[in-house]
T-cell receptor, first 117, second 111 residues
Framework: DTAVSQTPKYLVTQMGNDKSIKCEQN?????MYWYKQDSKKFLKIMFS???????INETVPNRFSPKSPDKAHLNLHINSLELGDSAVYFC????????????????FGPGTRLLVL | GQNIDQPTEMTATEGAIVQINCTYQ??????LFWYQQHAGEAPTFLSY????GLEEKGRFSSFLSRSKGYSYLLLKELQMKDSASYLC????????????FGAGTQVVVTP
């Protein structure tokens, strides 16, 4: 059973294009995240949604627009792709609200490897 | 802000013990996590500390000292499959679920 899934797994595209990455979780979690992991393997949070509401918005170019149609889905749309956007993008989820255990660990999806040429 | 420091790489032989240190500076500390990430894969949760002391889970143990802003992950009886990157992450009390990650420590286990 897949807990956190992302599509596509690989994405190769030209500079200037617009692309989307989709994420779904079946864990019943109320909070979802997008992280970017660069070539130096540094994992940095970009956005977080709780029950479809944006709660974390780090300093990310406005070319990146997250959308959460429901609490089980968090998509990431990127406009006008640039070379520096090449990275692995991880979706994650956790249960933060009512019913959460004290640990509230985050579960990560398999990642989307984006290469901008 | 938060600064999280951990060594870049460590090498150890199969069967040995390795200790990965992590130091952090943060306001409103609300827990420290260790994640394991194999090459090309997603990070997976290993351990969590919010109170001072040692948490043991099989071959892996994690220690926390809040007053020193210090944690370590101890890997015992190293196996080849333990070769991976180990990420230290801190959660703040004033941020809903947000984790700040260190750059990760690449552990290489040799025969």
């Amino acid at each position: 059973d897949t807990a956190v899934s992302q599509t596509p797994k690989y994405l190769v595209t030209q500079m200037g294009n617009d692309k989307s990455i989709k994420c779904e979780q079946n864990l019943g979690h109320d909070t979802m995240y997008w992280y970017k992991q660069d070539s130096k393997k540094f994992l940095k949070i970009m956005f977080s949604y709780n029950n479809k509401e944006l709660i974390i918005n780090e300093t990310v170019p406005n070319r990146f627009s997250p959308k959460s149609p429901d609490k089980a889905h968090l998509n990431l749309h990127i406009n006008s792709l640039e070379l520096g956007d090449s990275a692995v993008y991880f979706c994650a989820s956790s249960l933060e609200g009512i019913g959460a255990d004290p640990i509230r660990s985050q579960y990560f999806g398999p990642g989307t490897r984006l290469l901008v040429l | 802000g938060q600064n999280i420091d951990q060594p870049t790489e460590m090498t150890a032989t199969e069967g040995a013990i390795v200790q990965i240190n992590c130091t952090y500076q943060t306001s409103g500390f609300n827990g420290l996590f260790w994640y394991q990430q194999h090459a090309g894969e997603a990070p997976t949760f290993l351990s969590y500390n919010v109170l001072d002391g040692l948490e043991e889970k099989g071959r892996f143990s994690s220690f926390l000292s809040r007053s020193k802003g210090y944690s370590y992950l101890l890997l015992k009886e190293l196996q080849m499959k333990d070769s991976a990157s180990y990420l230290c992450a801190v959660r703040r009390a004033d941020s809903w679920g947000k984790l700040q990650f260190g750059a990760g420590t690449q552990v290489v286990v040799t025969p």
